[in-house]
């Protein structure tokens, strides 16, 4: 299964979209769960660190987790 298809498995029926490829999931849950999907865990922490910093969005409620699909069944 690809990246892609585990996201939409997990998350396709509340994600507003779904973009990237790679087995670490950054999920923005602000106004509309948001997931990028990242090659690495640096890349999506870096990711991460910008949005947390930024903000997603309007309204931003640094509701941002990293998940590691490759640990999910």
Excluded: N
Excluded at 23 to 38: D, E, G, H, S
Aim: one cysteine or more; glycine letters at 10%; hydrophobic letters at 35%.
């Amino acid at each position: 299964m690809s990246w892609q298809a585990k996201a939409e498995k997990l998350w396709g029926k509340d994600a507003a979209w779904i973009d990237g490829d790679g087995p670490f999931a950054l999920l923005a849950r602000c106004r509309t769960l948001i997931v990028t999907l990242w090659g690495t865990r640096d890349e999506a922490e870096r990711q991460k660190s910008i949005i947390d910093g930024t903000g997603c969005g309007d309204p931003c409620y640094r509701a941002h987790e990293i998940v590691d699909m490759s640990e999910s069944k």
